[in-house]
DNA sequence: ATTGAATGCAATATATATGTTGCATTTGGT
DNA sequence: ACCAAATGCAACATATATATTGCATTCAAT
């Protein structure tokens, strides 16, 4: 249920809040999928990794 | 909208029936995701992913 | 000490992913 | 051509992701 968003808005210097707005979403969708408690969409998992110039293994992936 | 599930399904030798009973989901959820008309969640794609021995970017990220 | 921004958390409402059932169509093998 | 398996598709029911609102808490700056 972890992932790796958290640390990657912070290397932005980005908040909650601007993520949310820039991928359509809202703040308290961000935290929860921050602190693992969400099973978020592809979609929005796909908005979230383009903001942050991530791909989807760099912040959901784990092996 | 697009992916590679059914190809690497495929690259398997498996039915959509198997790969859903495997990933714990339904035939149909399988076909939407293949034909691209969902938005499926997260860990449903993590267990398919695992499934198919791929990973997230090889069936969900185009650049 | 105080203020405001950032985050966490909870209750309720809404949208949508997923399941269930059933039937039609396609596809591969004989 | 025939048959069975695999897939597509549609209607409806259910579970859950997401939104909305509001308030509490933390924390940095003043």
Request: proline share 2%; glycine share 4%.
């Amino acid at each position: 249920m972890s992932n790796n968003v958290k640390e990657a808005r912070l290397a932005k210097s980005i908040t909650q809040e601007d993520l949310a707005k820039s991928v359509g979403a809202t703040r308290q969708t961000i935290g929860l999928i921050e602190n693992g408690k969400y099973n978020p969409s592809l979609h929005l998992c796909i908005s979230i990794a383009k903001r942050l110039d991530k791909t989807l293994d760099d912040l959901f992936w784990e092996d």
